[in-house]
């Protein structure tokens, strides 16, 4: 049996770029595996992130990242989808394993390095974070962690982290992997510069839920194959921003059409970037006008990740009880 499992930063309005490279699949795999795809809101990591700090801040980017998730199709009835701090166990198990883990391998992490180079003083928390992310991953006995990139060292960790426990404790964990997708898909920014990324800010992203004038405004001067220089110059959309994004949104003949018009200047840029928005309109418009739909009944959204928050308990719970027995925690086999 597969057991899925990933975290989800709230970190605010998501884009195309965590559209296609992570919600997406998240959605995919939660029809292949039911309740066997776990997904949390890990808001106990986001105060790690300045930007986080404020309260009414945090429950706001905490409830705009359920709410995208479920407008794009992940289903709180089908799979399990809640949010971190409403599952105490995380943090118990989380304090478990930081116990053993060498303050060594967590001063190794890339993420780490490159946060706290940019910090004064550097919070524990920024330290353990990789340490909570191990216990989310474990506390359900997930074995597939589907990930981006930079993520890769951390479940490396955890297996690190299970195998540690299962040798001074007996065998209680798998040894999770890391999935990433295939071909790695990687939205540039509509800016030109490099992947779109919220830390390059509003010019380089296009919000999954941003209005289609907004798009345009964006798109519309977005760079595209240097070789046009004139209407009459040919391209090649094989390098240019537009194309990646065509091959994203359009269908098949539309983007043989693109081609084609690229290479013989038969269309200019401006009318490529129309028939671009074309399907982006088609994409976005079901996304968003569920997400409306969805912000006037926030109880819905609430009521979902409640019942998520159960459903996880009801995996959590137990091998905490596992976890305190094995390591001899006075009265913990007689449960809570
Ligand atoms: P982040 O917004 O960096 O916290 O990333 C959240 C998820 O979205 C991760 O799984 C990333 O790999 C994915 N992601 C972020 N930006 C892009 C992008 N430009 N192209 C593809 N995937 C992305
Ligand atoms: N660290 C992940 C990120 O920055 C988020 C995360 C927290 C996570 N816990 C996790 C991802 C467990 C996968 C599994 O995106």
């Known amino acids: 049996m597969t057991r ?15 559209y296609f490279g992570a919600m997406r699949n998240y959605v995919r795999l939660g029809e292949q595996h039911g309740e066997n795809a776990i997904y949390c809101i890990v808001d106990l990591h986001a105060p790690t992130n300045p930007h986080a700090y404020d309260p009414a801040t945090l429950s706001r980017l905490t409830f705009d990242m359920a709410l995208a998730n479920m407008a794009v199709g992940l289903d709180p ?17 989380g304090w478990i394993f930081t116990l053993t883990t060498p303050v060594g391998e967590l001063e190794r992490m ?10 004064e003083s550097t919070p524990a928390g920024l330290l353990m974070y990789p ?14 962690v589907p990930v981006g990139e930079d993520q890769v060292q951390h479940i490396e960790l955890t297996r690190e982290i299970a195998r540690r426990f ?7 964990f798998p040894e999770p992997k890391a999935v990433l997708e295939q071909g790695a898909l990687r939205v540039p920014g509509v800016d030109g510069h490099g992947k779109m990324g919220k830390s390059k800010g509003e010019s380089s992203t296009i919000g999954l839920l941003e209005s289609v004038g907004s798009i345009w405004a964006k798109l519309r001067p977005a760079p595209t ?20 994004y065509h091959r994203l949104f359009s269908d098949d003949q539309t983007v043989l059409e693109i081609w084609d018009g690229c290479r013989t200047a038969g269309i200019g840029c401006i009318d490529c970037k129309k028939r671009l928005m074309v399907g982006i309109e088609r994409e976005l418009t079901p996304i968003q006008a569920r997400a409306e ?17 159960e459903r996880a308990r009801t ?17 913990a086999s007689a449960g809570r």
């Open 4 to 18: 899925v499992f990933s975290g989800i930063q709230p970190t605010g309005e998501p884009h195309i770029g965590n």
């Open 77 to 93: 009835g089908k799979v399990i989808f809640f949010v971190q701090s409403q599952v105490r166990e995380h943090s118990e198990l």
């Open 110 to 119: 890339t993420q780490y390095k490159d946060k706290a180079s940019r910090l």
């Open 131 to 144: 340490v909570l992310q191990a216990a989310d991953i474990l506390l359900y006995k997930a074995d597939t």
């Open 166 to 172: 299962n040798h001074s404790y007996g065998d209680t």
């Open 225 to 244: 194959d240097p070789a046009r220089v004139r209407r009459t110059d040919p391209g090649n959309p094989e390098i240019c921003l537009v194309g990646d």
């Open 293 to 309: 739909a969805l912000r006037a009944t926030p109880d819905a959204v609430l009521g979902g990740l409640h019942h998520g928050a």
């Open 315 to 331: 995996i959590a719970a137990p091998v905490m009880d596992e976890v305190r027995s094995k390591m001899g925690f006075l009265g």
